[in-house]
Structure formats: C-alpha cells, structure tokens
C-alpha cells in the first residue's frame, strides 16, 4: 500500500513563508516523479513543481517560479516545498504526487496531475493579505 501523508499547512501572512512536507510509505520512493499541486477554492488543480528523482530535473510554475523550492530527503522518505514571498493568491489545498513517469514540462502545465499514480489528501495553506 503507497500513502503519502502531507503536513506543514496553515495561516500566514502574505509576504511570509512556509514549508510543506510529504511523507510516503510503502513503494512510493521508487517513483521516478515526486511533486505538488495546489486546488484553490472554486478553481481547478494547478501544477506547482515536480522533481525528477537521481535526475534531479525540476519544473516550476510560472507563478511559484522563484518563490518556491522543492527538495527531497531520501533517508526520510519525504519530500519538501518551501513556499517564501507568499501570496494571497497562493492560497490553497497543497496536494503531493508520486508517479513512476516523467514528462515532458508542457504536460505538467497544460494536463495538471496526469501521470500522476498516487496523491496525498492535502495540506490547507492559507495566505492572508
């Protein structure tokens, strides 16, 4: 059985910042792609960034490009996304993803979470202005 297992959200002020972790079990740190995607309130999933794992390729969001690192501890079977010059537009539901694929960029931006075979159920991150 893969779980992921997010933590780290909250309420923060904008221009503030916040770190995100993602902790899997089971076969999920096989996964070539670890990654994390947002959903705001009344809108559709959005890509954030991905990683390619012993690779170390990295894609980013126009929006978070900047702001936002992602990074792995393979010991700890996490992964992390620190979010800094936080936005109110950054608000959120912050899920990871791990999938055994990688792809190109233009699939993570135009098709957010295709690919993607196994999903945390979310961390809230609340930006406030």
């Known amino acids: 059985q893969v779980q992921l297992v997010e933590s780290g959200g909250g309420l923060v002020q904008a221009g503030g910042s916040l770190g995100l972790s993602c902790t899997g079990s089971?076969?999920?740190?096989?996964?070539?792609?670890l990654g994390w995607f947002r959903q705001a309130p009344g809108k559709e999933r959005e890509f954030v960034t991905v990683m390619r794992w012993g690779v170390g390729d990295t894609y980013y969001a126009d929006s978070v490009k900047g702001r936002f690192t992602i990074s792995r501890d393979n010991a700890k079977n996490t992964v992390y996304l620190q979010m800094n010059s936080l936005k109110p537009e950054d608000t959120a539901v912050y899920y990871c993803?791990?999938?055994?694929?990688?792809?190109?960029?233009?699939?993570?931006?135009?098709?957010?979470?295709?690919?993607?075979?196994?999903w945390g159920k979310g961390t809230l991150v609340t930006v406030s202005s």
């Open positions: 993803a791990a999938s055994v694929s990688w792809y190109n960029r233009d699939v993570y931006y135009t098709r957010p979470g295709y690919g993607m075979d196994y």
């Open positions: 089971g076969r999920t740190f096989d996964s070539t792609t």
